[in-house]
């Protein structure tokens, strides 16, 4: 008896020293908004969208401490859909209220993590370089109906099979790089993803400058290339935002792509909130000559330190075809103009 009480308390011990050393997080974002799309053909669309400023999700992040500085860590990020029912199945029986693509079951992020003062390595499906880099200087960071991806290529927005490292930071200086596995037996060149930035931080400045190539479905030549510079400078009264892209490419069974865009925007503190707006152009300099250009206006407005409410609206003028829609952070859009008004509460 005496044994199985000291086997307890050193197993409590232990289980106390062990918990000591790690923690997990549960986090989430409910995002609810009135979506109005305008200048389809087939007429206006109305409807209530689950997440507009950015998808609604359920997160996990766990870290452990395993000394000398170094640490492991993991993050598992699904979206749902908080303005619809679960589907039905054929027997009746619903099933989970997940969404599809990259806002399905797990399919935000997921992956694992290793820091310390040899930088940071982490592989699975993760933001790609070049979007983080866009969200960072988007004034709307790719949300919103004003987000600068409507136009913008985000380059790949998330990658699978997927690692990344980063550099300690000098002087607010970082240096990235990645790969992404396509994974095909025989032709390992297929899909695959490479890419790189180099970032500073300080003050109230940032600027970034990313890379990111994706090899086309055939492996043998670059379905598109993506050179991103911009950068963001807070004056306090207003903060500038600004970039340039370059893309390049031969997509397989598609025209060559050669296309440069430019952003500029700016964050206006205002009656407690923040006004954004930008202006985005798209040079198309290829055969199609498909130019577009977005003007995006929005105002976010706290209501605590988690929830906040917010509207936008954007307008695109395609040229010679061009393809691009008014769309926000899970959805493409149905038409060149859109108002957003919402509801965001983050946990």
Partial sequence: MNKSIVSLALLAAFSGAASAQSNVTVYGKIDLGLVLDGGNAAGHSVRISSGVTGGSRLGFKGVEDLGGGIKAAFQLE???????AAPVISNGASTPNFCTGSNAFMGRQAHGDLT??????????????????????????????????????GSGTRVNNSFH???????????????????QTGNWRKSRVTGASVNYAGGPAYAGLSFYDVENANGIDTARRN?????????????????????????????KLDTVDFMGGVTVPLVGGNLMASYVHHDDRGVLDRDAQQLGVGFNYPLSKRTAVYTAFARIKDSHGAPFTVGNATESGTGNKAFDLGVVHNF
């Fill in 78 to 84: 699904t979206g749902f859909c908080a303005d619809s």
């Fill in 227 to 255: 050179v991103l510079l911009g950068g963001t400078f807070d004056l306090a009264v207003v903060k500038l935002h600004a970039l340039v892209q370059r893309s390049t490419g031969n997509p397989t069974g598609a025209a």
């Fill in 116 to 153: 310390g003062p040899f930088g940071a390595m982490s592989a699975g499906r993760q933001y790609s370089l070049g979007y983080s880099n866009l969200t960072t200087i988007d004034p709307f960071g790719t949300g919103y109906a004003g987000q600068v991806n409507n136009i913008v290529d």
């Fill in 165 to 183: 490292y980063t550099t300690p930071g000098f002087g607010g200086v970082t240096a990235s790089g990645e790969f992404a596995l396509g994974e």
